[in-house]
């Protein structure tokens, strides 16, 4: 059974209140069959297994990433389940906000896009049928009234292999997104972009963060959790995380988090990160620092986004603008050539 993070997003909330108000695990289950009709069954034969004494964890182990089935087992080990249920209610709502977040990031660019359609479409039709509306003129066309003709000429004449073309681009570019590897690719462009990378750098360790703190709060030491909830980030960050597991063991999480030279993946990990890594140690408390990264990260974030957008989107309408005015500079070429001839 497969659920949409909208749908898991439910689950992980509904249960938490069901288990918070001392519901049983079988009966929250019983309970979840009426509020997701559509996983039913699933949640029917969930409820099956916990009253014939399933854990909890494996009876939702199907439909939990790893990092999350870890956390709800440790939990029910260490009694904290309620607790660990509504840290997974924020964490999910929380990634949901970030995910709208980072969306507004096109905007602008398809600000631009749409745009750059406009103009096209103008000068490729309006323009051109405006222009054979106006009295003719034995004076030479203007180079932009030509390119006008030439332009309409070509989307009338290839306008279905033009739809067919943006279609399949369309279709192209969303199966290239799906690949992991590509993705990636992305993320490793964006970490470069001044502003645009530091935001991203700040959500998406602010959302791994949280889970940390779940983890650990569940009673996972911090280099599990770290095994565990690294996948979580992107793959293009993994490297910077595994240097820190790699040497926690031999010198602690503290000196682990501090960078050993100038090629060390470990010197764009964000301060607060590396910060949490030191006051868990100092203080053998991870969950509580983690949590409040997580927080100062996601906050963070979400200005810088909002100040790339804004910076973004000021540089934008006036590039927009101008193609909009100069998609009629033909027309307007040619009435003051009529009006000129008048005089």
């Known amino acids: 059974m497969n659920f949409t993070s909208s749908q898991l997003q439910y689950a992980i909330s509904a249960l938490s209140n069901l288990l918070g108000a001392g519901t049983t695990a079988a009966d929250a289950m019983r309970e979840m069959g009426q509020l997701q009709p559509k996983q039913a069954q699933f949640w029917q034969e969930a409820a099956k297994k916990s009253a014939n004494g399933q854990s909890l964890s494996e009876t939702l182990h199907p439909i939990l990433d ?28 929380e990634k949901a906000v970030i995910r709208k977040t980072m969306r507004t990031i096109i905007y602008p660019f398809a600000m631009l896009i749409g745009a750059i359609g406009v103009f096209t479409m103008f000068l490729g039709f309006v323009v ?19 390119i006008a003709d030439i332009l309409h000429e070509f989307l009338v004449t290839y306008d279905i292999h033009l739809v067919i073309g943006i279609t399949t681009t369309v279709i192209c ?66 490297p910077e995380l595994l240097a820190v597991a790699n040497d926690i063991t031999r010198i602690g999480s503290a000196a682990a988090a501090s960078k050993k030279s100038t090629t060390d993946p470990r010197n ?11 006051f868990a140690e100092s203080t053998g408390i991870a969950d509580k620092h983690f949590n409040r990264a997580a927080n100062a990260l996601i906050i963070q974030g979400k200005k810088r986004v909002e100040i790339f957008v804004a910076i973004a989107t000021h540089v934008i309408i006036p590039v927009a603008a101008s193609l909009a005015g100069g998609a009629m500079l033909p027309y307007f070429l040619q009435i003051g050539d009529s009006f000129s001839k008048i005089q």
Not at 189 to 218: C, K, Q
Not at 268 to 278: C, Q, T, Y
């Open 66 to 93: 790893l990092a999350t089935f870890s956390a709800i087992n440790a939990a029910e080990n260490s009694g904290t389940l309620p607790e660990v249920f509504a840290a997974l209610e924020k964490a999910m709502e």
């Open 128 to 146: 051109p049928n405006i222009s054979r509306s106006m009295p003719s003129s034995n004076a030479e066309k203007s180079k932009l009234n030509v």
């Open 173 to 238: 570019i969303i199966f290239w997104l799906r690949n992991p590897a590509n993705r990636n690719r992305i993320v490793a462009t964006l970490d470069n972009v001044p502003l645009l990378g530091s935001a991203s750098r700040d959500l998406f360790y602010g959302e791994w963060a949280m889970h940390m703190a779940i983890n650990t709060n569940a009673g996972i030491t911090v280099l599990d959790a770290i095994h565990l909830t690294h996948k979580m980030l992107p793959t293009y960050y993994h």
């Open 268 to 278: 764009k990990m964000p301060f607060l990160i590396v910060n949490a890594f030191r």
